[in-house]
């Protein structure tokens, strides 16, 4: 790349720097591109902190050839750019033609089946009962997904694939509990694979309980290569803190069970989810990543309650978080989170990729709740649509279309000056329904939680 050495170089203004010892790392907090750096590249940008051309630079340093490859690096990296570019009206510009992918359908890969608006848990902190229990979604009298309405979703789905060439289905049966509708969900299984098979390659995958898993529906399961997600609070005497039966009694056991019945039947879990809050956080230590490791699993996902953000202080959490995520490592167990997806965000060039916290505010997913209305997020308060109005689903000016819009890189006013800006963009969004709705959630917390997160998950890479 050659350069203009008489245009006037300024350091961005978003440029981010931790360092650790010897080592730096810096990104920039719109576009990502971390890099692990020198000093000298360090004390190079900074030469920049004001609008200097690259020749008086030459003729006031010794940068000598190295050091003009570097500076190369850094302006293609937009760390160093031009005195008078907007990088804001760069990024919107960028975004905006991006728009045609949302307005096409071309994003939307993943289907979501809301199987159940019940459940036969009362789990304290449950995202499903309490975010949409501020709408008139919760009260719904159409509780369970009928087969009728599953079908009609599985075939716009697949409709919308074939329109923009994609073989690949992946479909998602969540809820509530969607295992109190096993036999409608075996049914669209049954149905996706006899009607759609030379068409398409299936992957299907559940969020469960599991305490209705029998032998039977883990053979089933495992025949039909279901993906299983489950959850387990910790062990029992932290799961029982508050993963609850409707009756207030303990699920441990019952989910144990299913467990069992998925492993006996050669189907394990590959990981847990654990979501911690107040009454279960002191219990949750190094001894739940042996259980893990004992049943060779890979992956523990630990989450802090995303609508309640504890009052737990957050260098606690943090430390915790850490501690428990480099001791898994020794176990081979992979520890993650809601609060890594930033860092893992800056792995991608947010000018090359559409980067968003999650899949629903990418526009990849439509969920579909019993009564034929879809949303992004099979938790979300936002209707974006209608089965009847699916032709229409993602036109322009559609709610589908303004939604992942306004979720777009540099979109959210909160968010503008946070050093993760474009990795986290604004991180859950059923946080911030939940905190719009209720006005109690901090969400000033969260940020603070992601930020000191990502600062942690970067200087362990150095």
């Not at 409707?246 to 654990?274: C, V, Y």
Request: glycine share 8%.
């Amino acid at each position: 790349m050659k350069i203009n050495r008489k245009i006037p170089l300024i350091k961005s203004q978003f440029v981010q720097v931790i360092k650790n010892n010897s080592k730096t790392i810096i990104w920039h907090s719109l576009f990502g591109n971390p890099k692990i750096v020198s000093k000298d590249t360090i004390a190079l940008l900074n030469i920049f902190s004001n609008s200097r051309s690259l020749s008086s630079v030459l003729g006031e340093y010794n940068i000598g050839e190295n050091g003009i490859e570097v500076i190369q690096d850094l302006i293609a990296s937009h760390y160093l750019i031009p005195k008078n570019f907007d990088e804001r009206k760069f990024l919107a510009k960028r975004m905006q033609e991006r728009e045609e992918s949302i307005t096409s359908g071309s994003l939307i890969d993943y289907l979501e089946l809301i199987m159940s608006e019940a459940c036969n848990f009362r789990c304290i902190y449950c995202i499903h009962f309490n975010n949409l229990g501020i709408t008139d979604r919760i009260k719904n009298p159409k509780k369970f997904m009928t087969f009728k309405i599953a079908k009609e979703a599985v075939d716009q789905y697949l409709k919308i694939l074939q329109r923009h060439g994609k073989n690949v289905a992946s479909i998602n049966f969540g809820g509530g509990e969607p295992l109190l509708v096993w036999s409608v969900i075996e049914q669209v299984i049954k149905y996706c694979i006899s009607h759609y098979s030379h068409d398409f390659v299936f992957r299907f995958s559940i969020n469960t309980n599991a305490s209705l898993i029998t032998a039977d529906i883990a053979r089933k399961l495992k025949e039909y290569r279901v993906e299983i997600a489950s959850s387990l609070d910790g062990l029992r005497d932290g799961n029982n803190q508050v993963r609850l039966t409707k009756s207030g009694g303990g699920t441990f056991r019952a989910i144990m069970r299913g467990f069992d019945n998925l492993a006996e039947q050669g189907h394990p879990l590959k990981g847990i989810a654990i979501t911690v809050n107040e009454k279960n956080f002191p219990f949750l230590d190094e001894k739940i990543i042996n259980w893990a490791s004992n049943r060779q699993m890979q992956e523990v996902r630990i989450d802090i309650d995303v609508i309640g953000m504890v009052e737990i202080p957050v260098d606690d959490i943090v430390e915790k978080l850490m501690r428990i995520r480099q001791y898994a490592k020794s176990r081979e167990i992979e520890v993650a989170g809601f609060w890594s997806r930033p860092a893992e965000n800056l792995n991608d060039l947010t000018l090359n990729t559409h980067i968003a916290f999650c899949g629903a505010v990418r526009g990849n997913s439509i969920c579909v709740n019993p009564s034929g209305d879809i949303y992004g997020c099979g938790y979300s308060t936002k209707q974006l649509g209608t089965l009847h109005q699916i032709e229409s689903f993602y036109v322009p000016g559609s709610r589908y279309h303004l939604f992942v819009k306004d979720h777009l890189t540099g979109a959210i006013e909160m968010c503008k000056g946070c050093i993760i800006e474009g990795q986290c963009g604004g991180g859950c969004n059923i946080t911030q329904e939940f905190a719009r709705a209720t006005k109690t959630v901090k969400i000033k917390r969260m940020c603070a939680f992601y930020r000191k997160m990502t600062r942690k998950l970067l200087l362990e890479q150095i």
